[in-house]
């Protein structure tokens, strides 16, 4: 199995802030790279998919960059809806995995 | 718009088979992969599977010996069956739609149901 690690698991910033998630894949995923958003009680909303790409709808202050095994999600002004559970997936594999997680919380 | 819904019971008994099935609307269910997706009580996203909509599916090894993924192309749906199930295997369940690029992209999620085993 590929493993995804997500850093940190959790942070607290204040509206306005520049953000960045980091996930790393324990070997090459090349950019199949997938971000989604989950809030409480809701399904995840995918972000960015194959790294870089952001998903139709998706405010373009979300931005994803990275390949191989090391991967960013940033977003560069925060904003009160987006204090949610961030998520990073690989799908290079057969058997996609997800991280463990990011929770972005109010400071 | 493509949407997805999930049914199925909300409890099942120890050792009893979880069913759910998760019917696709706004759009046919040809041409893209279909996956199921858990999250226990507070914890992440685990992919149980996928099923391609010509029947080809792809199991999760750590389920696959308890896990069947079907499709019903007439009716638009797909679905899931989970047997032996345990405490372990309480969660939310997801169904959601993928092949934006690779099987595991997946780009439209149902809202989720939750199951619960216990006697």
């Known amino acids: 199995d590929i493993q995804m690690t997500q850093s940190p698991s959790s942070l607290s910033a204040s509206v306005g802030d520049r953000v960045t998630i980091t996930c790393r894949a324990s070997?090459?995923?090349?950019?199949?790279l997938n971000w989604y958003q989950q809030k409480p009680g809701k399904a995840p909303k995918l972000l960015i998919y194959?790294?870089?790409s952001l998903e139709s709808g998706v405010p373009s202050r979300f931005s994803g960059s990275g390949s191989g095994t090391d991967f960013t999600l940033t977003i560069s002004s925060l904003q009160p809806e987006d204090f949610a559970t961030y998520y990073c997936q690989q799908s290079y594999s057969t058997l996609p995995t997800f991280g463990g997680g990011t929770k972005v919380e109010i400071k | 718009q493509v949407q997805l819904q999930e049914s199925g019971p909300g409890l099942v008994k120890p050792s009893e088979t979880l069913s759910l099935t998760c019917t696709v609307s706004g759009g046919s269910i040809s041409s893209y992969y279909w996956s199921w997706i858990r999250q226990p009580p507070g914890k992440g996203l685990e992919w149980i599977g996928y099923?391609?909509?010509?029947?080809?599916?792809n199991y999760n090894p750590s389920l696959k010996s308890r896990v069947t993924i079907s499709v019903d192309t007439s009716k638009n749906q797909f679905s899931l069956k989970l047997s032996s199930v345990t405490a372990a295997d309480t969660a939310v369940y997801y169904c959601?739609?993928?092949?934006?690029?690779?099987?595991?992209?997946?780009?439209?999620w149902g809202k989720g149901t939750t199951v619960t085993v216990s006697s």
């Open positions: 959601a739609r993928g092949g934006r690029i690779a099987p595991g992209d997946m780009d439209v």
């Open positions: 099923i391609y909509y010509s029947g080809s599916t």
């Open positions: 070997q090459s995923i090349s950019s199949y």
């Open positions: 194959a790294a870089s």
